[in-house]
């Protein structure tokens, strides 16, 4: 089974002002995309249809396939950096807070 582009977890403009609908269309259209397209691609060519995207990335590993390992890393990169944003307003706790609050004074100071 090949590799599919996730859908983002929110609207595309849901990260305005901090990334625009436009970059993170060509963001994850485009680039995002363009992993998911190759790896699939190098898959089939490979004989390594089926396998988890995690088992495809541990064989480019292993048999030292710069382009397989740099795509499919890519797609788990992505959909993990993905994951991590949020348009909703998160303040961080703990450590996080104690470090971010001595070097920039709070979060919003942060951003």
């Not at 996730?6 to 993170?24: F, N, Q, V």
């Not at 998911?36 to 030292?64: C, P, W």
Request: overall charge negative; glycine content about 8%.
């Amino acid at each position: 089974m090949a590799f599919e582009l996730p859908p983002l977890p929110y609207a595309k403009d849901a990260l305005a002002p901090y990334m625009s609908a436009e970059t993170l269309e060509f963001h994850h259209g485009k680039h995002h995309k363009a992993y998911v397209d190759k790896t699939n691609g190098f898959i089939v060519e490979k004989g390594l249809e089926g396998r988890k995207l995690s088992e495809v990335i541990a064989h480019a590993k292993e048999t030292g396939d710069k382009a397989l390992f740099n795509n499919s890393a890519q797609i788990w990169n992505h959909s993990f950096f993905w994951q991590g944003l949020s348009p909703e307003k998160q303040t961080p706790s703990g450590k996080l807070a104690e470090l971010i609050n001595s070097e920039f004074g709070s979060a919003d100071e942060l951003v």
